[in-house]
């Protein structure tokens, strides 16, 4: 949780606009560690862009930053969080990934590893890695690839099928996610 009391010293990355005191200060504690962190990621990238051996770097969030009970600080943003619309929905659990390849990684797979992934669900993130590779990938990596054909974002309110949002309720491919659930399930056990 992000601290919503004041302190000396604190650095103000958002301009108040009449927003909830609180909420002010959870929105740039909040952005103080934004910063923080894409400080760390451009160290970690430089260091390895250096490397003469290939690297490939995945980072992303896994989820949105929780902003005080009743998301209180969305609110005053003006975000709307609420699962009635799909925009809501994406506001919420949407959150960005990269994937970075240095030099000798864009060299050897060909791919310059530039463009846009798409709306898709963190469970499908290393099948976009081992594509932009020309990677076909074990059977299980082939099997979420089939399925990210079809569906490729999977939630317990929203499902992206053919490209397309829909609420679960309405998905043609209950059985399909069914077997997915199981097929993890095995992986996950090892039974």
Do not use: C, W
């Amino acid at each position: 949780p992000y601290t919503t009391k004041e302190y000396d010293g604190k650095e103000y990355y958002y301009e108040n606009k009449g927003y909830d005191i609180e909420s002010y200060n959870m929105i740039n504690e909040y952005l103080s560690g934004i910063k923080k962190t894409n400080m760390a990621l451009h160290k970690l990238v430089d260091y390895f862009d250096k490397e003469d051996e290939p690297v490939i770097i995945i980072f992303f969030g896994d989820h949105n930053p929780s902003l005080g009970d009743n998301a209180f600080a969305y609110h005053d943003l003006g975000i709307n969080i609420s699962f009635e619309t799909i925009d809501g929905f994406l506001n919420y659990y949407e959150t960005p990934f990269v994937i970075h390849a240095n030099d000798e990684a864009k060299k050897i797979f060909n791919n310059s590893f530039v463009g846009d992934g798409g709306k898709i669900s963190p469970i499908f993130i290393m099948n976009l890695v081992f594509n932009n590779m020309n990677l076909k990938g074990n059977q299980y990596l082939q099997y979420m690839n089939d399925l990210r054909n079809k569906v490729d974002v999977i939630n317990k309110t929203y499902y992206k099928e053919d490209g397309n949002f829909i609420r679960v309720s309405e998905s043609k491919y209950e059985k399909l996610i069914e077997e997915y659930k199981m097929i993890n399930y095995y992986q996950l056990t090892n039974n």
